[in-house]
């Protein structure tokens, strides 16, 4: 296939750039369904006439429906997008860069997702979605899933096919709450996700910011103490990365301890724990349930990040063994790539 990309850049480049902008704009008609042609306009940064040449295109050829409510992808729209994806995916060169990157991180595998979720929002539900895909892959029946909260592991659920089979596969959130976003919050997640795949799930009533000598009267209580037992039994832990600066600042760190993580040069959190850019652990939330040790017996450790942004936050994610597969887009593969 690459050879066949090679000659159509080569004769004629225009029809590849017009292939983009189509797979581009059905793409987010159908992650933002119903949606008008000037909501559609302002989301991608494009004219309205050039939206309104487009779609009778794509509309002529039964790929997308317009009714008073807006726009949608038909059937036949949805089976040609998850066709090209593949297409997309090769034209960009990210299989080889999805090889390159597992190298030069020392990961099992590395999956990168066409664009940059700083500048689009979207990018996050195909992260979600090829993520969610991956893990349909590797559960088994009696699977124990741990995950954490945030808006990219939340995407994860909310991309899984439905399953109709029951199944014995456990979902338990690997932290306490966090914030105000109760959709967002790894309990909630948790039993979205379960729900998906037929499966039971338990929830840690477990604020995220609480003090270790709290930490450590609740989790003598019975309930609790059974979640955490189930969880260091998880063979599988989806998690986000987050930058060490913002993460404090949602976390409502104390100053203090701000200002030591500047002090120290933390980079990321992932899982409660703050890393520097090698990889190195500087600081350890209370609220911590699987130990570094624990996550050495996981068989699968699946890091959803992206956006230029996170950059050094995966880097330094990655540097510390916690990762075995990682999802990203090509924003930050790119930058991983120049830095690494």
């Keep these: 296939m690459s050879d066949i990309i090679s000659l159509q850049q080569k004769i004629v480049p225009e029809l590849i750039e017009l292939l983009q902008k189509r797979y581009t704009i059905m793409r987010n008609i159908y992650f933002s369904q119903p949606i008008g042609r000037r909501a559609l306009s302002y989301q991608l940064n494009?004219?309205?006439?050039i939206i309104r040449t487009e779609v009778s295109f794509l509309k002529s050829q039964g790929l997308i429906d317009i009714n008073p409510l807006g726009m949608t992808v038909t059937k036949d729209g949805e089976k040609l997008l998850e066709e090209l994806k593949e297409f997309i995916h090769e034209l960009k060169g990210l299989n080889n860069m999805e090889k390159t990157l597992a190298n030069r991180l020392k990961l099992k595998k590395v999956m990168v997702i066409p664009g940059d979720v700083d500048n689009d929002q979207l990018i996050k539900k195909d992260?979600?979605?090829?993520?969610?895909?991956?893990?349909?892959?590797?559960?088994k029946n009696d699977s124990i899933i741990a995950l954490t909260g945030g808006s990219t592991v939340m995407e994860v659920a909310n991309e899984m096919p439905q399953c109709y089979t029951k199944s014995d596969i456990m979902v338990v959130p690997a932290r306490g709450g966090l914030g105000r976003d109760v959709e967002k919050q790894a309990n909630?997640?948790?039993?979205?996700?379960?729900?998906?795949?037929?499966?039971?799930?338990?929830?840690?009533?477990?604020?995220?910011?609480?003090?270790?000598?709290?930490?450590?009267?609740?989790?003598?209580?019975?309930?609790?103490?059974n979640v955490i037992d189930i969880l260091k039994k998880a063979d599988?832990?989806?998690?986000?990365?987050?930058?060490?600066?913002?993460?404090?600042?949602?976390?409502?760190?104390?100053?203090?301890?701000?200002?030591?993580?500047?002090?120290?040069?933390?980079?990321?959190?992932?899982?409660?724990f703050y890393l520097n850019i090698n990889g190195e652990t500087v600081y350890?939330?209370?609220?911590?349930?699987?130990?570094?040790?624990?996550?050495?017996?996981?068989?699968?450790?699946?890091?959803v990040s992206g956006g230029r942004s996170k950059t050094d936050a995966i880097l330094s994610t990655c540097s510390s063994g916690m990762v075995d597969v990682l999802?990203?887009?090509?924003?930050?593969?790119?930058?991983?790539?120049?830095?690494?």
């Design 188 to 225: 909630t997640i948790a039993s979205v996700l379960a729900k998906k795949l037929g499966g039971s799930y338990k929830m840690l009533h477990i604020p995220d910011n609480i003090g270790k000598e709290a930490i450590a009267t609740l989790i003598n209580e019975p309930d609790i103490k």
């Design 46 to 49: 494009i004219g309205e006439r």
């Design 127 to 139: 992260m979600g979605k090829s993520a969610a895909n991956y893990l349909k892959s590797i559960i």
């Design 327 to 340: 999802i990203t887009d090509e924003g930050a593969a790119f930058e991983i790539l120049k830095s690494c």
């Design 284 to 303: 350890e939330t209370p609220s911590i349930f699987l130990t570094k040790d624990d996550l050495k017996n996981v068989k699968n450790l699946i890091a």
């Design 236 to 272: 599988i832990v989806l998690f986000g990365i987050g930058r060490a600066d913002v993460m404090a600042d949602r976390r409502n760190l104390p100053p203090s301890t701000r200002d030591y993580l500047e002090k120290v040069g933390a980079t990321s959190e992932a899982l409660g």
